[in-house]
C-alpha cells in the first residue's frame, strides 16, 4: 500500500534565527557569536561568471574533482547528508543489539535481531529460496482465473506489487474520514514508457535487458520454463503499460477521485470479482465505498486478464514476489536483482555495503523506533526551537506576501489567508510514535521477519478505516532527509535529519540559513497553492475555492513555467517534462521568492553583512544553489526525466534564480548574460 504526499520540499520581532535565544540584555563583557558565510566557497569556480550560469559558478570545482561513488547512482547534498546519516544510525543499532538484559519483545530486541538476521548470510545461503516455498506453492496451486482476485489481495498483505492496489488516506472530499483509493499499478520497469517507447534505442535496450533479468530471476527461483515466462511477464506487464495513466495524469487530483460504492464495483469493471477481493482485502467489512484512482484502467486490465491465459498470471505473480523480497535471499538472487536495478537502471557498479543495507532493512520495518533513538542522541532542543522561529517567519512572509499580490482577486486572497492560517507545521519528530508491539521479530528469520512487518504495516493501515484521523501521524521518519507538505492534513514536515549543514547551520549567519532551510520550508509552504495543493482548502477538503479570473491568471503563469523548464535538456534528446515537474517548479520558484522576503525583513531595514566579501544577499542565493549540488549518472538521469516530479539540480538552481528579482540585484545579472530574462518573461506566482 501506498502514501501520497506532495514534496521527495511570521518574521517574529527577534533578529532572525542567529539571535533568537540571546538574552535580552546581555553582560557588558558579553559579544555578539560571530557567525560564518556557511558558504562552501572552496568549490566557486571563478572561470564562470555568476551571471552566466550559476550553478557551475557556485559548484563548479566540486563538480571537476567530485565521484561519484561506485555504489551511488547520484550525489550531491541531500545524498551526502543522507549517507552520513547511515553510520550513526548502525551504532544505535549495534547498541541495541549488545543491549543488557534486554526484554523479548522490546524495541532493543527487535532493532538488534531484526538487523542480525539481514546480516546473517551463511543461514541466508543455507535456507536458499526455501522462506517463498509457501507463497510459490500457493500461486502454483492457482487454478482458475477467478481466484486472481484473491490473489491480488494476497500480494499486497505481503507488500509484493500488484496491477491494482490500495491506499488509506483521508477522503479528499470528507477530511474527517479515511477511505480506501484503488489505483494502478504492477510494472517492474518505472514507467511505461520503458515499455511502449519503440523508437527509443536506450528504452529498447532496457526492454531487452529485462526480459533476460526476469528469466534468470525465475530461473533462480526454481522455475523450469523461466525463458518462456519472462517473455510472458513481459508481454503482461506490456498490456498493461498501454492502458496505464501517465505521470502527468496523475497529477490532477479531481479527476482521481471518483467515489464508487462497493455494490457498484463489477458495474465500473465488470468482469472481475470485485467482492472477492474487497472481502480477501478486509477492505469490504470496514466500509461502503472506495475511492477509484483510475476508472478507465480498472476496466482495461479486466480485458487484460480475460486475453492472457492463466499461466501468464502465475508467472508475473511469481516473479513479483521473488523481485520484492530478492534483497532477503542468498546472494545470487541478489546480485542478479542489482544488475537489473542498480547498473542498467540507474548506473551503479558496486552495491551498497552490506550493513548500510541492513540498516535500510530495520528502517523499513522500525523506522520509528530507531528514529526516536536517533533524536534522543542527535536533535539538540535548540534546533528544534530555532526552526519553529524560522517556520513562523516564513509563514509571516506568505501572509504579508498574499495581501500584495496583484493577480488574486480579494475574494481568492481572503480564501488563501484562510488556509494559511490553518497550515500545521511538524518539525523534528512526531509527539506520537508508531507502536510496534505487534511486531515479532526472530534473529534466526530475515523473510518471516520482513512478511511480518509488512503485515503490521498492511494491518495498521487498514485499521484506520472507520476511525478518527490522526493528526500526529507522520509520513517520513525523523533520520530522513526530506521534507514534505500534505494537501490532506494541510501540513508541512521537516524531520529531524534534515536540519543540519548544508540546510541548516547552526553557526552561520542568517542569509545562509534562509536561502536553504527557508527556501525548503517556504517551498513545502507553496505546495499548499501550487497547481495541485490549490484545489484543497484549509482543512484538507478538495474545494474549488479559486474565481474563475483568478483560476486564468494562475494558469497564464504555470504555463509560462511549464515552457521555461520544457527548455532544459540534462541530457541529449532528452528535456525535463515541464508538466510533470511544475508543482515542484513552483515550489522552489516560490519558495526562494519568500524565503527572500523573510530574509529582508529580519534585516529590519538595515543594510546585511558583508563576509568573505559576499553581501548577505549573495549568500542568500549561495545557500540555495549549494543545496543543489549535484552530480549523476547518465542512466539514472533517464530515470529521473521519465519518472520524478522534481528537476534535475541544475535547473533547480538556474531555471530558479532566473525569475528572481533579487537575484539580478544581488550579481549585477543584465541583458546579454546568460542567466538574464526579460521581466516579461519572468514567472513570479507568490
Avoid: C
Avoid at 580 to 590: A, H
Avoid at 626 to 643: D, F, G, P, S, Y
Amino acid at each position: 500500500m501506498k502514501r501520497y504526499l506532495l514534496s521527495a520540499l511570521t518574521l517574529s520581532l527577534l533578529a532572525g534565527i542567529a539571535g533568537a535565544h540571546e538574552p535580552a540584555e546581555a553582560p557588558a563583557k558579553a559579544q555578539a557569536p560571530t557567525r560564518v558565510s556557511g558558504i562552501a566557497v572552496e568549490y566557486i569556480d571563478p572561470s564562470v561568471r555568476a551571471q552566466d550560469d550559476f550553478f557551475t559558478y557556485l559548484n563548479g570545482k566540486w563538480l571537476k574533482s567530485t565521484e561519484i561513488p561506485a555504489d551511488k547512482s547520484s550525489w550531491g547534498a541531500f545524498a551526502k547528508l543522507a549517507d552520513d546519516v547511515q553510520p550513526v544510525l548502525l551504532a544505535i543499532i549495534e547498541k541495541s543489539a549488545k543491549a543488557p538484559n534486554q526484554l523479548a519483545g522490546s524495541d532493543a530486541q527487535k532493532i538488534g535481531d531484526y538487523y542480525a538476521s539481514f546480516m546473517d548470510e551463511a543461514r541466508l545461503e543455507q535456507l536458499g529460496m526455501a522462506p517463498l516455498k509457501g507463497e510459490l506453492a500457493r500461486i502454483d496451486a492457482l487454478g482458475d482465473k477467478r481466484e486472481l482476485p484473491a490473489q491480488i489481495a494476497r500480494m499486497s498483505k505481503l507488500g509484493v506489487a500488484a496491477p491494482y492496489d490500495f491506499s488509506i488516506h483521508q477522503d479528499a472530499k470528507d477530511s474527517t474520514k479515511y477511505v480506501a483509493d484503488i489505483s494502478q499499478g504492477g510494472l517492474g520497469m518505472p514507467d511505461p514508457d520503458y515499455y511502449l517507447k519503440t523508437g527509443d534505442a536506450k528504452m529498447a535496450d532496457t526492454r531487452a535487458k529485462y526480459q533476460v533479468h526476469v528469466e534468470k530471476m525465475l530461473a533462480l527461483s526454481g522455475d523450469a520454463n523461466a525463458a518462456a515466462n519472462a517473455k510472458a511477464v513481459l508481454e503482461l506487464e506490456t498490456e498493461l503499460a498501454r492502458i496505464q495513466w501517465t505521470k502527468v495524469e496523475l497529477r490532477d487530483p479531481v479527476k482521481a477521485y471518483n467515489k464508487v460504492e462497493l455494490a457498484k464495483m463489477d458495474a465500473m469493471a465488470p468482469g472481475h470479482d470485485w467482492k472477492a477481493y474487497l472481502d480477501a482485502t478486509g477492505i469490504g467489512a470496514k466500509t461502503s465505498y472506495v475511492i477509484v484512482s483510475q476508472p478507465s484502467y480498472l476496466k482495461g486490465f479486466v480485458g487484460v486478464t480475460k486475453k492472457l491465459p492463466l499461466e501468464s498470471w502465475k508467472a508475473y505473480f511469481r516473479w513479483q514476489l521473488v523481485r520484492s523480497y530478492a534483497n532477503y535471499m542468498p546472494k545470487a538472487v541478489v546480485d542478479q536483482q542489482f544488475t537489473f536495478y542498480g547498473t542498467t537502471l540507474s548506473g551503479v557498479t558496486e552495491m551498497r555495503p552490506r550493513w548500510k543495507r541492513g540498516v535500510g532493512a530495520v528502517e523499513g520495518a522500525l523506522g520509528e523506533s530507531l528514529g526516536k533513538l536517533y533524536v534522543e542522541q542527535n536533535f539538540p532542543a535548540e534546533r528544534k526551537v530555532r526552526m519553529d522561529a524560522l517556520v513562523k517567519n516564513l509563514l509571516l512572509a506568505y501572509k504579508q506576501s498574499i495581501t500584495k499580490l496583484d493577480w488574486m482577486s480579494a475574494a481568492t486572497k481572503k480564501e488563501a489567508q484562510a488556509k494559511l492560517a490553518k497550515f500545521t507545521p511538524k518539525i523534528g519528530y512526531p509527539d506520537k510514535w508508531k507502536d510496534y508491539s505487534a511486531l515479532t521479530v526472530a534473529r534466526d528469520d530475515l523473510v518471516g521477519n520482513v512478511m511480518r512487518s509488512r503485515a503490521v504495516s498492511y494491518n495498521r493501515e487498514l485499521g484506520k478505516l472507520g476511525q478518527p484521523i490522526d493528526r500526529d501521524e507522520w509520513g517520513m521518519t525523523p533520520q530522513t532527509v526530506n521534507a514534505y507538505y500534505n494537501p490532506e492534513l494541510n501540513e508541512i514536515v521537516f524531520p529531524a535529519a534534515i536540519l543540519q549543514p548544508p540546510f541548516f547551520d547552526a553557526n552561520a549567519d542568517e542569509a545562509v540559513n534562509y536561502g536553504a532551510i527557508g527556501a525548503v520550508i517556504g517551498h513545502e509552504i507553496s505546495h499548499g497553492f501550487d497547481d495541485q495543493g490549490a484545489q484543497y482548502d484549509g482543512d484538507g477538503n478538495m474545494r474549488d475555492w479559486w474565481t474563475k479570473a483568478d483560476h486564468a491568471k494562475f494558469a497564464a503563469k504555470t504555463k509560462m513555467l511549464v515552457g521555461q523548464y520544457n527548455a532544459y535538456s540534462p541530457l541529449p534528446g532528452y528535456n525535463v517534462n515541464g508538466e510533470l515537474t511544475l508543482g515542484e517548479n513552483i515550489g522552489d520558484n516560490s519558495g526562494v521568492a519568500i524565503a527572500y522576503k523573510a530574509y529582508k525583513l529580519s534585516l529590519k531595514g538595515k543594510k546585511s553583512p558583508v563576509i568573505d566579501g559576499m553581501t548577505g544577499e549573495q549568500r542568500f542565493f549561495m545557500g540555495f544553489g549549494q543545496v543543489w549540488r549535484l552530480k549523476m549518472r547518465e542512466a539514472e538521469q533517464l530515470n529521473r526525466i521519465k519518472t520524478d516530479p522534481h528537476s534535475p539540480g541544475q535547473f533547480r538552481t538556474n531555471g530558479t534564480l532566473k525569475n528572481q528579482p533579487g537575484f539580478y540585484e544581488a550579481f549585477g545579472v543584465k541583458p546579454g548574460d546568460k542567466m538574464y530574462l526579460a521581466p516579461k518573461d519572468r514567472v513570479s506566482i507568490w
